[in-house]
């Protein structure tokens, strides 16, 4: 009977992994739709395509910048661009390089910036 609760436990554990995979796609297509970023070639995901979010201005001046989002982390660059706006995808850039926005960019202490920064647990180093 034990291997019997095992056996199931796998088979709900694939489910779920598909599940997932499922839900990482329709962020993928959600984003790119919305134009948050565009479509590059990536290893890591699957049909080897990744995502590059569009941060050009926001961490350099005049400078042509992205960020490329690793599949994993898909699903939670959506639901932040989906709360957030594009303040999210700046908070979650500045997360992953352990930067602020420039001064002069909008999305610098914006209280939707400050608020997505929060969730996700960083402090974003002093001016």
Same mark, same amino acid.
């Given at each position: 009977?034990?291997?019997?609760?095992? @056996?199931? /436990?796998?088979? *709900?554990?694939?489910? %779920?992994?598909? !599940? =997932?995979?499922?839900?990482?796609?329709?962020?993928?297509?959600?984003?790119?739709?919305?134009?948050?970023?565009?479509?590059?070639?990536?290893?890591?995901?699957?049909?080897?395509?990744?995502?590059?979010?569009? @941060?050009? /201005?926001?961490? *350099?001046?005049?400078? %042509?910048?992205? !960020? =490329?989002?690793?599949?994993?982390?898909?699903?939670?660059?959506?639901?932040?661009?989906?709360?957030?706006?594009?303040?999210?995808?700046?908070?979650?850039?500045?997360?992953?390089?352990?930067?602020?926005?420039?001064?002069?960019?909008?999305?610098?202490?914006?209280?939707?910036?400050? !608020?997505?920064?929060?969730?996700?647990?960083?402090?974003?180093?002093?001016?």
């Amino acid at each position: 009977m034990e291997m019997d609760f095992e @056996v199931s /436990d796998q088979v *709900a554990a694939l489910i %779920a992994e598909e !599940e =997932l995979e499922k839900i990482r796609a329709q962020a993928f297509y959600q984003l790119v739709k919305n134009e948050v970023g565009f479509v590059v070639e990536s290893e890591d995901a699957p049909e080897h395509f990744g995502l590059l979010l569009n @941060v050009n /201005d926001t961490f *350099a001046f005049a400078c %042509a910048d992205a !960020e =490329l989002v690793a599949w994993e982390d898909m699903v939670e660059v959506y639901d932040l661009y989906n709360r957030y706006g594009y303040h999210g995808i700046v908070a979650w850039v500045a997360r992953k390089r352990n930067m602020r926005p420039i001064t002069c960019s909008c999305h610098h202490d914006g209280p939707k910036f400050v !608020e997505a920064c929060k969730e996700l647990g960083y402090e974003p180093p002093a001016k």
